[in-house]
C-alpha cells in the first residue's frame, strides 16, 4: 500500500526528530507541508509583540506544557490561557498573539488559504492598545511567510514605530518592554 503521507507515526516521536525546527520567531515546522491543511507542531518557549488576524479558524491542542493568547478585542487586551492537554477552536478574524514562556508543544490545525483570502500581522502599543502597524500577506506557509513580515516592522525606525495615540515607541521585537508596558498599563 502506497499513501501520500505515509502510515501512523508517533507525534511526539515526530516533535523530537523536528525540535531543532521548533525555534522561534515562530517556533513552528510543518508536518504535513502539501497538505489540504496547515498542521504543524509549535514549540516553546517563545514571546512576541506581534498579533495574527488569520482569516480561517485555527486548532490548538496542547500537548506538553502552558500557553497563552494575548487577545486584541474592542481595544482591549485579554488573555486566555491554553493548558497542557487543552483543545481549543480559535474563530477566524479573532486577533491574537499566542505565548508560550515555557518549554511545551502544541498541535496547531489550520485551513489552506484561499487565494485572496489574507492573513494579517499587526503590532500595537502596549500602554493604549493602539494599533500601531499591520501588514497584510497572502499566507502558504507559517514558518516561512511570518518571519519576513516581522523582519519588516522590526527595521522601520522609531518614528514609524510611534504609536498615534499616545507617542510611545513599540520596543519591536523587544517582547520583555512590550509585556512589561501592558502589564503596567493594566
Known amino acids: 500500500m502506497q499513501l501520500k503521507y505515509g502510515l501512523p507515526t508517533s ?3 515526530w516533535a523530537e526528530t523536528h525540535r531543532a525546527e521548533l525555534a522561534p520567531p515562530v517556533c513552528n515546522a510543518s508536518i504535513f507541508p502539501d497538505g489540504n ?3 504543524n507542531m509549535v514549540g516553546g ?3 512576541r509583540t506581534d ?3 488569520n482569516p480561517t479558524e485555527e486548532i490548538f491542542l496542547q500537548l506538553k506544557g502552558s500557553a497563552y493568547l494575548i487577545i486584541w478585542d474592542r481595544g482591549k487586551f485579554e488573555r486566555i490561557e491554553i493548558r497542557e492537554g487543552d483543545v481549543f477552536l480559535l474563530p477566524a478574524h479573532i486577533i491574537h498573539s ?4 515555557e518549554p511545551g508543544l502544541c498541535f496547531l490545525v489550520e485551513m489552506v488559504r484561499p487565494l485572496g483570502s ?3 500581522l499587526q503590532w500595537y502599543c502596549a500602554k493604549c492598545a493602539t494599533l500601531v502597524w499591520r501588514a497584510e500577506t497572502q499566507l502558504t506557509s507559517l514558518v516561512d511567510d511570518l518571519p519576513k513580515v516581522y523582519d519588516i516592522f522590526y527595521a522601520k525606525p522609531e518614528a514609524e514605530r510611534r504609536c498615534p495615540s499616545c507617542g510611545a515607541i513599540h520596543p519591536g521585537r523587544d517582547h520583555s518592554t512590550w509585556h512589561a508596558q501592558m502589564n ?3
Open 37 to 39: 491543511y496547515i498542521i
Open 51 to 53: 498579533f495574527h488576524d
Open 11 to 13: 507525534l511526539l516521536g
Open 45 to 47: 518557549p517563545n514571546t
Open 118 to 120: 489574507l492573513d494579517a
Open 98 to 101: 499566542p505565548q508560550r514562556p
Open 184 to 186: 503596567a498599563a493594566r
